[in-house]
């Protein structure tokens, strides 16, 4: 006689295939979440890079505009301006204030 060999059937549960499931879905997931937030960073970077742009432009207008107030602001120009406006420049007439 010939001995049958006994297959044993192994049965998965629900909380198995739950998780198996679930490893599933995270493994496809994965790959896509990477490139997501790979673009984001990458978006957001580009966007900084516009923002210091725009700062470093922004300083030197102010740093153009600050010589151009102490140029204007210099003893010359004011004496140069009274005289435009048929005024004289009286030292006696300052007063100083510490």
Do not use: C, W
Request: aromatic residues 6%; glycine residues 2%.
């Amino acid at each position: 006689m010939k001995k049958r060999k006994m297959k044993k059937v192994v049965k998965i549960g629900k909380l198995e295939k739950l998780v198996y499931t679930f490893a599933i879905i995270l493994l496809i997931a994965l790959p896509f979440t990477v490139v997501f937030l790979q673009a984001s960073l990458s978006k957001i970077n580009i966007q900084v890079e516009q923002v210091k742009k725009e700062i470093k432009t922004q300083e030197k207008k102010n740093e153009s505009l600050a010589m151009k107030i102490n140029e204007l602001a210099s003893l010359d120009k004011i004496i140069e301006v009274a005289h435009e406006q048929g005024l004289s420049y009286n030292n006696d007439n300052i007063k100083s204030v510490e």
